[in-house]
């Protein structure tokens, strides 16, 4: 697959290692207090984009749901109780983000319908055709390779079913992409360092945002990589966006 310019994004400019360990120790690393920033930083608009991303397939009705880059496991714990399916897997990279993603489905008691493991989003480990939907929270950004990601999730979904992918954007509004621009180049850091002593995290998650292939971009790699009936809409003023895709073939 092709390596995009978004792809050479690292956490670590003086690491030797590649961006996919890069990333899996940035998120060990920040994995305590990495709920806690979402809900502060994002003033808690983060859940209700969850929410709006999660609802585009309840139409459908999907019964064995695949989240990937699943974290503390967020997304898995909202579309149990939105789309009620009769199991969600989640897979990560991130060792420390999964044990605590346990503790929170185990808390819920969801223990017997999501499970979470440990798992590479270009490998996953299923068998072609085995999920009537995959999502993707703001963890596509994170990739090694966006295209073989992409074709990953592509190969693991039933023909007809739907890939939903939720992450942030640059806001076209001038004044909104300022102040955007300068709330997660100056602000989010600044913050984040204060908790979790970790500034680099954020100003990654700030650079691979900006340089993500967003809105028409994503939808012409996602259709390049065999997606159908693929679109985009942005949200809270176009500082995030609901991409969603679907393979081709007969339904459910």
């Known amino acids: 697959m092709a390596k995009l310019p978004h792809d050479d994004i690292i956490p670590y400019l003086h690491s030797d290692l590649g961006k996919k360990e890069q990333v899996a ?4 690393d920040i994995a305590p207090k990495y709920d806690f920033l979402n809900r502060f930083l994002s003033l808690g608009i983060d859940v209700i984009w969850r ?16 989240d990937v880059a699943t974290g503390t496991g967020d997304m898995a714990i909202l579309a149990s109780s939105i ?43 299923f068998a072609d055709h085995s999920f ?10 994170n990739f090694e390779n966006l295209e073989k990601g992409l074709t ?7 023909p ?15 004044i909104i992409r300022k102040l955007y621009n300068l709330y997660m180049g100056t602000v989010a850091p600044r913050v984040a360092r204060w908790f979790c002593k970790n500034k680099e995290a954020y100003c990654y998650l700030n650079k691979s945002a900006k340089a993500f292939p967003e809105r028409q971009k994503l939808i012409e790699i996602m259709n390049q990589m065999g997606y ?16 969603q895709g679907r393979k081709q073939g007969s339904g459910q």
Request: with cysteine.
């Open 152 to 158: 990953e999730m592509l190969r693991v979904l039933k």
């Open 51 to 66: 929410k709006k991303a999660i609802r585009q397939l309840k139409i459908e009705n999907p019964k064995i749901i695949l």
């Open 160 to 174: 007809g079913s739907r890939l939903i992918i939720l992450e942030f954007s640059n806001p076209k509004n001038y």
């Open 132 to 141: 009537d939907a995959i999502m993707v929270a703001f963890g596509v950004r």
């Open 228 to 243: 159908s009936d693929t679109s985009f809409k942005p949200l809270s003023l176009g500082i995030c966006c609901i991409y």
């Open 83 to 125: 789309l009620k399916p009769n199991k969600i897997y989640g897979i990560d990279i991130s060792k420390e983000m999964l044990e605590l993603g346990k503790k929170k489905v185990q808390e819920s008691g969801l223990s017997p319908l999501i499970e979470l493991v440990q798992g590479d989003s270009e490998t996953i480990n």
């Open 25 to 28: 120790g940035m998120f060990n």
